[in-house]
């Protein structure tokens, strides 16, 4: 495994598979992301006082570390929510070929 410390995983979630899945598409098609992976979730949280469960699904957002302020704005120009999940997560360690090719994919 080669270590990184430009690549990255972003997760958001939408409230609606077709939202979801138009994120993911102008992410990669924008060649912000190499992968969007999506999956459905419950979701237990509050907001504005009241705790509430509903479902949602989860976008795992494969990406270049510097692209974040670019997907940032992408996701809150697009998305449903007024406060939306937006969350960078390093990745330490990944396996060589795959790195490489969100790099290719991503263009840099």
Request: charged share 25%; with cysteine.
């Amino acid at each position: 495994m080669a270590e990184t410390n430009g690549h990255c995983v972003i997760l958001t979630t939408c409230p609606s598979r077709e939202e979801a899945h138009r994120l993911a598409s102008l992410l990669v098609r924008g060649h912000l992301a190499a992968c969007v992976q999506i999956t459905e979730i419950t979701s237990c949280y509050e907001w504005k006082g009241e705790v509430k469960t509903e479902p949602e699904q989860l976008l795992f957002i494969k990406a270049l570390s510097d692209a974040f302020g670019e997907i940032e704005r992408l996701i809150t120009e697009n998305h449903s929510y007024e406060v939306p999940e937006i969350v960078q997560i390093p990745i330490e360690r990944g396996y060589p070929p795959y790195l490489r090719w969100i790099d290719e994919v991503t263009g840099s």
